[in-house]
Structure formats: C-alpha cells, structure tokens
C-alpha cells in the first residue's frame, strides 16, 4: 500500500510517497512558486504511482470544515499569490484519491502521537507547537484533531509579560505581543538586531522566550490536560526546552499533577522535521479504514 | 427512569433526582460539613428513591482516572476536613449503583452541551467557565468530556496585565495574578475593599476585568475552536458579557472566524444555576447506555 504526503510550506512543498508503515519510499521537494505551477508540479510527481490517498499539512489559516463552500482552500494567508487558493479542488482535477487536509502543526501532531503510540506510550492526546518564523500549535484529543468551528491558532494567545521585556513591542501584525509575537524567529533580530543562531543559549533574552513558552505549556496543560507536549521549530532545542520545563515548573507551582517533566515536555520524535510526513501518511492510511 | 445528581460545594450539597428528560422529580440541599456527616445524609436521600445511576459534580480538585488509586476522591482541596476525600467509596458503601465523577464546571458544561442538542444546536464542542468565589473551567470535544491526565483547571492560566491594574498582586495562593486571581468574587474586596454586588458595571474595575475574561474566551477559541462558551458563576451577567464580547473582538482582531458573538459568548442557557444537575442526570443516563 502507497499513500502521499505533502507539506506545504513558504518556501517548498515536501512531497513523499510512504508505505503502510510509515516509511518513506520516495520523496521529492518543490520549490513554492505560484499555486498553478506549484500545484501542478506536485499532481505531476504524485501521478507517477499507485498511491490510495495522500494527507496534506500546509501553512495555514486554511479551511477544514468539510461543510463550508470554501473547504480546501489555503484562505487568508499573507504569502503573496497563495490567498484563496483552492488546494484541494485543484489536485483533485488530476489526482483521484482522498485526500486529508489539515494544518500544518495538526499533521505533525499526529505523526508525534502515531510515534508515540508505536513506542508504546499509553496516550490519547498530545499538543504539538511548533516555534519558527511563526508560532503554531495543534492537538490530538482522544485520538483525533482537536477543532470544531476550524484548527487552533495557538500561536496567537496573549500571556503575561516578562518583566525584563515590557518595553518590547512584539512582531505578530494582527496583535503585537502575542505568543508568536514574543517568541517566533523574526523577534531575535527585533529585539538584538541578530539573527536567533547567533544568539547563544546564556543570553537572557532565551530566559524571556522560555518565560513565555513556559506560559503556552501552562495553558495547554490547564486547558486541555494532554499527556504530552512537544515542540519543533527552528527556534527549538534541548537545552532551550530545559529552561521552558524550569519555568513551566515554577509558574505551574504544583497545582495539577502532570507527567515527569522531561517526557511530557519534550522535542520531537521523528527527527529532521520529519513528523508531518508521518501525520500525513498516518492521516491517510486512517482516512480509508474509516 | 430515575437518576440522582449531587452538586457538591463548599456550603452546600444539592441532591437531586431527575428522570429521563432531565426533568428534576425531587431536590434538596444538605449542608457541606464533615465528609462522614455529609455523604450519610446524601447517601440517606437518595437511599429512598430507585435510582439507576448518579452523576457527581463536585468541587475540586479531583481524582477522575480511572486507573488511579485514588479514583473518586477529592485531592487536595483548602476546603477544611476535605483533603483526600475518598468520595465515591463512601458513598458505594451505602448506594449500589454506577457513579460518575466529575468537577463542578464539566458538569454545568455537560448540561449545557445537552441543553443545546435539545435547542437543535449543531455543536459538538463547548466550553464552561464560572467565576464565582475561584474560577474554573469546563469542557466538551466531540461530546466528551477532556481531559487526560485529568480534569481541566482553566482558572490559572497566566494573562496579559491591564495597564491599569498592573499594580493588583492578585488573589491566587497559587499563583497570584492567574486568571481566578484577577477576576474571581474576592478581587472585588481586594482591589476596592467592597463586595462585588454593590461595584456598579459602570465602574472602571469592571472593563479591567472584562479585559481578562475575555483573554480567557480567546485562549479556549484558539487552543480549542469551540461552537460555544458559556460563562457562569455569580460575577458573570448578561450586561458584563457584553463587555467581554467588545473586548473578544478587540483582541482577536479578526484572526479567526467565530460564531457571531452574542451566540459564541453567552450565559447559561439553563437558569438559576441548573447546568450542573442537568449535566449530571445526562451524564449518569450516557454512562448506563455505554
């Protein structure tokens, strides 16, 4: 059995054929262009074998609610060309399969929980932010995606400020000094004027970024309860993590029981940004057996 | 049919037999004062009637895993004699039939999901917030209750400060200016040093504390993306939801699509504090038909 992957990202799509186990036979990347080409290219590659479905993890705000006119499309996004795009309705003219489609963060949520259940952790939900040129977070409840009237923008919730940070204005152009707009890529080189690789671990400002993580694995603890919570994203790392998980710590202060920190506050699994290939194909193999 | 709901508080306990259409058949409170005094009486009450199931909406926090030693218990509660309660033992000594055990808020938000079926609502999710004496909350994905490693304790979440309060430490022992720290029923002595139901909505405090609450309406939207939340408990009222509802907008600034407002962001539909027991004769009829 083959199915397809495809991450949509800003700059490329990921396109991989996988098999029943989650193994990648093939994979291909293509750069993101205009949708027409982009999408024509990607039906191209994917015609070329007997695939049964393909689950799509793409950059989001997108439309999920398979009863609304505009399910499928890529809607409001602010990358040039791609707003209002019907993803869906145009693979689908060259490609007759079912597709899966979901958010980026979804799709890598799922590959993290699959993993997980296949290395034997008893877990029915885990949260999956990822930390990069923005913020994003998504959910498995129960075993499915978290979301009745769309998917989570957990990058986008407002938190106590850091007292050492109070002058900072935040990045994010819909709400200033939101998660994203504290703590996403872009906010290095607006807070030092550096770019966030040349910024090493003992300066403070990562002692403000984990301040305000810490609060993101604070809500979704004391919201959703999950057994897990994992974060990817170029802006992540271990030693980062250690800081978030003595801060979460701190700030949580004993109130609710949660699993032994380094297991419950953890990066990825699936290693080189793997997850969403692995969500994808997972979302599809589950597509067809429902 | 009959099933029992008991609402456990901290000076009361309302008992409550209902029949299949949630219709309350028998009702009485009991005041809250030792555990052995109190479930006696409850176990007493119910004791007369042949009642099938009980749903338990109690005060937390609680031990609701199953698989936990301490299943059925009330944890650690500042409720004096209450600490490690074993709740649903004491009473399956006296009362020989299925019991479910939940919080207060899953309760009041179980009612008030089945509440909406019954209006033909399309919902499958839905949030609970009450602020009151503390602040918690609820909720329901894909008509289930969440929670994995246990239940929900959205009343400590962490905000962004109001510029005019940004002198208030806040009320939490926990935890300080968390959300119940901010806008919980004593905030009002300890910002003004009057009770709250004599602080005017034209009073200043009160956009202080819309500005909070609605932080937590945008936290349960984004993290959860529910059809619906509902804010309970004796701080809240229609005129200081309209409040919250301008506020929502502000912050959110359009980022994602909602369901219009004064239907997203509501009171309770069931009146005079009735979601819990409501909830609790759905919860205690689901669990016999599973």
């Known amino acids: 059995m083959l199915v397809g992957s495809i991450e949509v990202g800003g700059t490329k799509f990921v396109c991989a054929v996988g098999n029943e186990n989650y193994q990648v036979k093939d994979q291909i990347q293509i750069p993101t262009t205009t949708p027409s080409e982009t999408l024509q290219k990607t039906a191209e590659y994917f015609a070329q074998f007997e695939i049964e479905a393909i689950g799509i993890a793409s950059f989001g705000p997108i439309e999920i609610r398979k009863n609304s006119p505009k399910y499928g499309y890529i809607t409001k996004t602010p990358k040039a060309g791609w707003e209002n795009t019907n993803f869906i309705g145009y ?79 935040g990045v994010c152009p819909f709400h200033n000094d939101c998660l994203e707009g504290l703590v996403s890529g872009p906010t290095f080189e607006a807070r030092l004027n550096r770019a966030g690789k040349d910024v090493p671990l003992s300066e403070p400002v990562w002692d ?62 699936i290693k080189n940004n793997g997850s969403a290939t692995v969500g994808d194909f997972a979302l599809a193999i589950d597509m067809l057996k429902r």
Chains 1, 2 share one sequence.
Do not use: W
Not at 94 to 123: C, H, Q, R, W
Not at 234 to 250: H, I, N, P, Q, W
């Open 208 to 269: 403000i970024m984990s301040y305000y993580v810490a609060q993101a694995a604070i809500q979704a603890t004391l919201i959703l309860r999950p057994n897990k919570i994992v974060f990817g994203g170029g802006v992540t790392s271990e030693e980062f993590l250690r800081k978030v998980r003595r801060d979460f710590a701190k700030l949580l202060n004993g109130y609710v029981e949660v699993p032994q920190l380094d297991k419950y506050i953890t990066m990825p699994e």
């Open 91 to 169: 693979l689908k003219k060259y490609l007759n399969v079912p597709m899966f489609f979901t958010t980026d963060v979804n799709g890598s949520a799922y590959g993290e929980y699959v993993m997980s259940l296949l290395s034997n952790e008893k877990i029915d939900s885990l949260v999956y932010y990822t930390i990069g040129t923005g913020v994003g977070g998504g959910a498995i409840v129960d075993g499915n995606l978290l979301g009745s009237t769309g998917h989570p923008e957990m990058g986008h919730v407002l938190l106590k400020r850091h007292p050492d940070d109070l002058d900072f204005a």
